[in-house]
């Protein structure tokens, strides 16, 4: 866990993350509850050659839909090593 307040520092949690955090921390636009994985976790858990197979998904893939099918699938058949469990 981080602290919230740590939640809208990019080099911690990401541009897309952070800039949620931002916005739900205003009476603006209604953000629905969310988590977020740190830079440093997602570094170590998608490694170089899983975001070569990525690619390679995108890049073979003939439409958006299916490339997202098969990196969703990627992903869940990845194993969790116990430091993210």
Known sequence: ???????TDVSLVGGKAASLAHVSGTAVFPV???FTVTTRAYNA???PEVR???RNI???SPDASSA?????ALFQALPLSDQFK
């Not at 866990?1 to 939640?7: C, K, N, P, Q």
């Open 32 to 34: 629905p509850g969310f």
């Open 1 to 7: 866990m981080i602290a919230s307040s740590s939640v």
């Open 68 to 72: 997202q099918t098969s990196v969703d």
């Open 58 to 60: 995108i890049s073979m």
């Open 52 to 54: 070569e197979t990525v």
């Open 45 to 47: 858990y998608v490694t």
